[in-house]
């Protein structure tokens, strides 16, 4: 977390972060939300059970039997036209899985966040990015928060997105380190979102509704399954800009703030420190609070922050990293038996043919933790390793 918290304001709340999550949910008010419970997104679900339970809430709560029931609920609930909403972590996540490719499959735009937590074996409830690297192909957009705020504005984001573009999407937030943290957070009101996000009112003939009878995952043989997949492919890619503009409607309504070492802000990434810096660090999730500290210290290193993973914003990448010396990957995720982790192979696929030194740093795999000093010897070091664990 940042060390220069200001005074708690009069709009501000001190929040546990996934209150603040579950705060917010409950002002986009959507109609379903299902939950499983699993650490460590479980404060987030209990909460919102909590709001229903004391009558601030009009959703229906289901609770499911596993994290596959959650997802098929959900599913089925934004088949029927509905704003429908879940979270889970870890193994929830890849239980969850065959239900997501149905969802992206479905074009149903569901909301779930991801609390994100280590993959076992061996068992760790601690956080890293594995969980979510291994569904990044299932075809949902994927937005990462780097702290409290941003995770309440990306949630409000995630709706709208998805919802414009008939596309699910996830936001992840780094277990504990966000979701069981404490921090000043300012909860949008109900008459702000709903300026950005009008009640859902999907058209007759997009969902399933007997006046206007429709099929939805019919069976499809070869030779237009592909155009199918292809479609997604291709709307993903188109999403950016919806992404972009989304971003700075939002802006306009409720105030989002930035790093004041920010030289971009977007909806897929920002740019964070000197714009003449030589070497670019390249991360996502919370620890880049950590490294924007060290950046005050650190005047050629500059930050490239990751908000948006899916689509990967690869076009914009290349154009920062254009006379970069060198680029530092830091990620909390392996792609074991691969050349580099997930963030690393999609920075390198960016850049092809470009001379721009990579070098990936594997961090904070399973909760460990990542300091100022580990991110200033990352800087200095000199290694010919193109792969580094630490």
């Not at 075809?139 to 504005?153: K, P, Y």
Request: proline share 4%; net charge positive.
């Amino acid at each position: 977390m940042r060390k220069d918290i200001k005074k708690i304001k009069n709009n501000e709340e001190l929040l546990e972060g996934s209150i603040a999550i579950a705060k917010t949910v409950l002002n986009i008010e959507p109609e379903v939300i299902s939950a499983y419970p699993i650490t460590p997104q479980t404060h987030i679900v209990e909460e919102l059970a909590k709001f229903k339970a004391d009558g601030k809430a009009k959703y229906k709560y289901l609770l499911a039997e596993s994290e596959f029931a959650a997802a098929s609920i959900v599913l089925g609930a934004s088949a029927a036209g509905s704003r429908a909403y879940s979270a889970t972590s870890s193994q929830g996540l890849l239980l969850m899985a065959e239900v997501l490719f149905n969802i992206s499959g479905l074009r149903l735009p569901v909301v779930l966040t991801i609390a994100n937590r280590a993959i076992g074996a061996p068992i760790n409830i601690w956080n890293d990015h594995s969980d979510a690297m291994a569904i990044r192909d299932a075809g949902w957009i994927m937005l990462f928060a780097s702290d409290h705020q941003e995770a309440v504005n990306q949630h409000v984001l995630a709706f709208k997105i998805a919802e414009s573009l008939r596309l699910p999407v996830m936001v992840n937030v780094d277990g504990f380190i966000i979701t069981h943290s404490y921090d000043s957070v300012i909860i949008p009101k109900k008459t702000d979102i709903k300026k950005f996000l009008p009640k859902y009112n999907p058209a007759l003939g997009t969902y399933l509704n007997p006046k206007k009878p429709i099929t939805i995952g019919a069976f499809f043989t070869p030779d237009k399954y592909w155009i199918e997949r292809k479609t997604i492919q291709r709307d993903l890619s188109y999403a950016k800009k919806t992404i972009n503009s989304a971003y700075n409607n939002w802006k306009k309504i409720f105030k989002t703030s930035s790093s004041p070492l920010s030289k971009l802000n977007n909806g897929l990434l920002e740019y964070i420190g000197s714009k003449n810096a030589k070497k670019i660090i390249i991360a996502m999730g919370s620890m880049c609070s950590t490294i924007e500290e060290v950046l005050k210290s650190q005047k050629n290193t500059a930050l490239i922050k990751i908000k948006t993973y899916r689509p990967f914003p690869f076009e914009e990448i290349k154009e920062i990293l254009k006379n970069k010396e060198q680029v530092f990957i830091l990620e909390k995720s392996i792609a074991p038996g691969s050349q580099g982790g997930p963030l690393f192979l999609d920075i390198a696929s960016s850049i092809q043919n470009e001379k721009i030194k990579l070098t990936n740093y594997i961090v904070g795999l399973g909760g460990k933790d990542i300091s100022e000093k580990m991110i200033i010897e990352i800087i200095n070091k000199k290694t010919n390793k193109t792969i580094n664990f630490l």
